[in-house]
């Protein structure tokens, strides 16, 4: 079986066109691929950065107890309580069956771990303590 020219012309055409459809989607591919991890990669960068805020946010909140509990710690240490007394401080004019119903209001005031009140004018909110650091 001879081959002739025309022949092989047309099928040279045709695998060349072939050859240049399957690079074309290729180079598609690569194209997606590419734009696919530029995205990932910006998501990860992303991530690592609210990771580190969140990081460092949570290291101050730790540092912030640890100081709330240090004040709380020492205040009871520095008040002298008699040994067989164990009722909580309350306050000057708070009874101790009011200490309940005022834990649950706190427009007025705060009541510590240790059942003292505090007044608005008194207790420092957590955003003060944050922002008294910068």
């Known amino acids: 079986m001879a081959y002739k020219s025309p022949g092989v012309m047309r099928f040279l055409q045709i695998e060349w066109h072939n ?13 997606e691929m590419k734009a696919k991890i530029a995205k990932q990669e910006g998501e990860v960068r992303s991530s690592k950065k609210i990771n580190e805020q969140l ?10 107890l640890r100081n709330e509990r240090s004040k709380a ?5 520095a008040e ?13 004019d708070v009874p101790p069956e009011k200490t309940s119903k005022l ?8 009541v510590t771990s240790m059942g003292e009140v ?3 004018s008194q207790h420092q909110s957590f ?7 910068h």
């Open 73 to 77: 710690r020492d205040k009871a240490s």
């Open 118 to 120: 505090l007044t608005n």
């Open 80 to 92: 002298p309580r008699a040994s067989g007394d164990t009722k909580m401080i309350n306050g000057p």
């Open 55 to 64: 990081e460092r946010q949570i290291k101050m909140l730790e540092m912030a």
């Open 127 to 133: 955003l003060a303590i944050l922002f008294s650091r």
């Open 19 to 31: 050859h240049e459809r399957a690079r074309n989607a290729w180079d598609i591919e690569r194209a």
């Open 103 to 110: 834990e649950k209001r706190t427009t007025r005031g705060s």
